[in-house]
């Protein structure tokens, strides 16, 4: 399977708990976004990248949040000291570039009790 | 803030119907890309229309792109019950798509 893929599928974690979720995009793609989805909501972006370089981040990623692409393949999505308003899930998509079709992964659901 | 804007939020159908949904957005765009969303999945692409285009086609789905009235529609024709999801409209600019809250379609069998 070569589309995007995204791991864990799920994590629940204690309040308080770091939490790191990866994503692999499709090979060639340039571009990767992570996006976080609440239930009955369209998701919503948080930041992209252009090979490793994080262009742009959302006013929705605090600074619990951070997202690393190191050698511009997979990415990472930390989330420090997790609070119960993170549950969510995060969802990883990747492009050729801004004018062409984003594939999303599968999603990370995230549970912080 | 959101771009794409789905109306009607919700939408319930018989089996073979077809269902229309909308889609608008507030300042240019420069493509707009259409997603169905299976209950607690991953978003899967239908059909991306540019902003010169007008109608597209696949299958048995069918988009408009009215950029006068910044606005889109998807025209699935006889449905099937595995239609039934939630669909996005999201409006690719500078930088990602901003997604609004979807509708969900429910095809009845």
Redesign the interface.
Same mark, same amino acid.
């Given at each position: 399977d070569t589309g #995007?893929s995204q791991d864990p599928r799920h994590k629940i974690t204690k309040r308080g708990q770091n939490v790191t979720f990866r994503c692999d995009p499709i090979s060639e793609h340039n571009r990767l976004?992570w996006?976080r989805q609440t239930l009955?909501?369209?998701?919503? =972006?948080l930041t992209?990248f252009q090979n490793e370089a994080q262009?742009?981040k959302s006013r929705l990623l605090s600074d619990r949040f951070s997202a690393e692409r190191p050698k511009g393949s997979f990415s990472t999505l930390e989330i420090q000291r997790t609070e119960q308003g993170d549950s969510a899930?995060y969802?990883c998509?990747s492009s050729l570039s #801004?004018?062409?079709?984003?594939? =999303?992964?599968?999603?990370t659901?995230l549970l912080v009790l | 803030s959101?771009q794409?804007e789905e109306d009607p939020q919700a939408l319930s159908i018989q089996e073979g119907e077809n269902a229309t949904m909308n889609c608008s957005y507030k300042t240019s765009i420069?493509?707009l890309?259409w997603?169905r969303q299976n209950s607690?999945?991953? +978003?899967?692409?239908l059909i +991306?229309i540019r902003s010169n285009e007008r109608e597209k086609h696949s299958g048995r789905l069918r988009v408009t792109l009215d950029t006068s009235k910044k606005s889109s529609s998807l025209l699935i024709t006889a449905s099937r019950a595995a239609d039934t999801a939630s669909y996005?409209c999201?409006d690719?600019?500078?930088?990602? +798509?901003?997604?609004?809250?979807?509708t969900r379609l429910q095809v009845q069998p």
């Open positions: #995007v976004y996006y009955g909501q369209g998701p919503e =972006f992209y262009l742009e899930m969802l998509a #801004v004018e062409e079709t984003q594939y =999303f992964g599968p999603g659901r | 959101q794409g420069n493509n890309q997603y607690g999945r991953g +978003l899967v692409h +991306l996005f999201g690719t600019g500078r930088r990602a +798509l901003t997604f609004g809250s979807g």
